[in-house]
């Protein structure tokens, strides 16, 4: 589990294509303080695995599913990414709960700057079978774009706006996304249970019905 609140900007040292994979090596400093082995470290809201580690760097290997939901499909040695460790009990939740595991990708439709913060408008990936990520996305809710924890300013019909301090954009790759720019969203674990919850409920609620109803006949 995560908390949204990226510790450091890493750089990727080099892409190893495996065909149906690609094993990622990533340089950092500060996640690998105490890294190792098998320990969790989410590379743009996506949850790796530390597969090795050798001075400076540190290597997950990244199946083909996740390069067919996430952006990380595509990455380049030189390219930046955010990097957070796995959170510990003692650590302050000063986001929110983020388990790594990616959504969707979005898109950076545009960007509009003020003189202290920077509005950033985002299209959600296109709905499947299971509806738009939309249904998930309240205004003022949390929503994590690329292991960001934000808070969206304010829905729209197909995506969603956030602002951001100029802290976040100085250490993390949203200082630096462009327009046509892909990101990784989860959205609030806690809005997903509900919504089974929901659904388990009206299915139980329709059975009762049918019970009910056949008893009366």
């Known amino acids: 589990m995560f908390t949204g609140i990226v510790e450091e900007l890493g750089t990727v040292a080099a892409v190893e294509d495996q065909g149906d994979a690609i094993r990622l090596t990533i340089r950092a400093a500060t996640v690998l303080e105490d890294a190792a082995l098998g320990d969790s470290i989410a590379v743009n809201g996506c949850c790796l695995t530390v597969a090795a ?68 408008e985002i299209a959600l990936p296109a709905a499947d079978e299971r509806g738009s990520l939309g249904r998930y996305l309240v205004d003022k809710g949390s929503i994590t774009v690329d292991g960001v924890s934000l808070t969206v300013v304010e829905t729209t019909e197909d995506g969603f706006t956030v602002s951001l301090i100029p802290e976040t954009l100085a250490r993390t790759t949203l200082g630096t996304r462009r327009p046509g720019d892909r990101v990784n ?33």
């Open 185 to 217: 969203l989860e959205t609030d674990i806690l809005a997903k249970h509900v919504e089974r919850l929901l659904a388990h409920r009206d299915r139980t609620d329709r059975g009762l019905t049918a019970h009910t109803e056949g008893a009366s006949a």
């Open 53 to 120: 580690r050798e001075g400076d760097t540190w290597t997950a290997d990244v199946m083909q599913e996740t390069l067919d939901k996430t952006s990380l499909h595509g990455v380049r040695p030189g390219d930046r990414v955010n990097l957070e460790r796995a959170v510990t009990a003692q650590k302050r939740l000063g986001g929110h709960i983020v388990q790594g595991h990616v959504d969707g990708v979005g898109t950076v439709v545009r960007r509009t700057p003020s003189e202290h913060w920077e509005v950033v």
